[in-house]
């Protein structure tokens, strides 16, 4: 399980290595061209529930810490998924139950 910080929070957002190694690749790409964006997403099983939205700008800091030594293999298709999210209206919407596999076959159908 991989841990994205966000800003001085000392909580991290907990979201899966395999979701997080592309939401990375996203958020870095849209930070280094000076676009903000929001990102949102369900709370996961046994966190309370609702949902959370954050706003990424290139002063917030950011750190993404994965659980895996090893990095995770980024499929295209669900990295032009959640780039074509985050340049929407509604921004980059993320599910942090299910596997980036099972993601990505889900929002192409």
Do not use: C
């Not at 990375?24 to 996961?44: C, D, N, Q, Y």
Request: net charge neutral; proline share 6%; no cysteine.
């Amino acid at each position: 399980m991989g841990l994205l910080f966000y800003g001085s929070s000392e909580r991290p957002i907990r979201i899966p290595d395999r979701v997080l190694a592309h939401v990375k690749v996203v958020i870095a790409t849209k930070l280094r061209r000076g676009e903000s964006f929001t990102m949102s997403w369900r709370h996961p099983d046994g966190e309370e529930g609702g949902r959370s939205t954050i706003w990424i700008q290139p002063s917030i800091p950011l750190r993404f810490v994965f659980g895996s030594v090893e990095p995770e293999m980024l499929d295209s298709g669900l990295l032009q998924t959640y780039a074509n999210s985050a340049n929407s209206s509604s921004g980059l919407t993320i599910d942090v139950d299910v596997s980036a596999g099972a993601e990505a076959t889900a929002r192409r159908a």
